[in-house]
């Protein structure tokens, strides 16, 4: 099972069923579904419930806080929710 992060009510593109991200061993790779295109490689990282970008430094701060399953951004609205499926 991994987490796929799918935009929320509060995403400025708005509300999705189809999954932008996928979390794996707390890394996140972009999806088919990403307006960005699909990622071989991780694109954040998740420490302390906090998403940082994969070339963060140590200082800087965080994208996104995970809550339950919800995502927010550092401005406090609900980006993602999360849901578990099959790889």
């Not at 963060?56 to 927010?72: C, H, N, R």
Request: overall charge negative; some cysteine; hydrophobic content about 35%.
């Amino acid at each position: 099972m991994s987490d796929y992060w799918c935009p929320y009510f509060g995403h400025p593109d708005g509300a999705s069923d189809t999954p932008w991200f996928r979390v794996v061993d707390g890394r996140g790779y972009r999806t088919d579904g990403n307006p960005a295109g699909p990622s071989e490689a991780p694109t954040f990282r998740i420490i302390d419930g906090f998403a940082y970008p994969t070339l963060s430094m140590p200082v800087d701060a965080p994208t996104f806080e995970v809550i339950g399953q919800l995502v927010y951004t550092t401005a406090g609205a609900a980006w993602f929710r999360i849901e578990k499926r099959n790889r």
